[in-house]
């Protein structure tokens, strides 16, 4: 199983990421791999960018070094009724849409409030992917989310980032591991993402690469492996 591409990955305009569009591309095109989502965080997130940010996002070539891009956003959840910070006019003219749990933008809540809270972001026409929902600051009803995610035609994120033993994700690796179960049952597809805030970490997605083999996921439900998969997966929104 190889990995050809990475669903998550920040620029300077996400606030708290440390580089531009070009040095991402250069790392993804020098490690080999054939697309690469840029997912910059949305408005809401303190120190993101102005709306106006996404609504130019076709300035950036669709290809770059021989990478493909998507050009997307992490958009923000920001309450129960599954609302998010971007507009649709903005969602429009994106290739690929990331919705997560933030805490500067989500306010916690019971298990099963958070879980409406996710299910009810699925519905969105536009979203295509659960950013980390392996976060135990946001407890899930993981069998729920699985069964909605698959319903509504949404990927479930790995965060590989969130697997690294300093990540302030505290329970990523049991939390995902339930998940995976439930995918597998389900036969639920997923996307692994680096979550990449500084170059060096495109494409570093080998602790998830390593989870996955150990859990054993059904290779056809891992995004990752082939760029036309992802496309299919992601037309499942249309």
Known sequence: MKFVLDTHSHTLASGHAYSTVKELVEQAASIGLELLAITDHAPAMPGSTHPFYFGNVSAIPS???????LKGVEANILNVQGEIDMETTLLEALDLVIASFHPPCYKAGTKEENTHAMIETMKNPYVHIIGHPDDSRFPLDYETIVKAAKKYGVLLEVNSSSLRPDHFR?????????????CKKYRAPITVGSDAHFYTDVGNLQRAYDLLQELEMPEELIANTSVERLKQYLKRKK
């Open 170 to 182: 505290q329970g990523a690796r049991e939390n995902i591991s339930t998940y995976i179960s439930y």
């Open 63 to 69: 290809k770059i070094n021989g990478v493909e891009i």
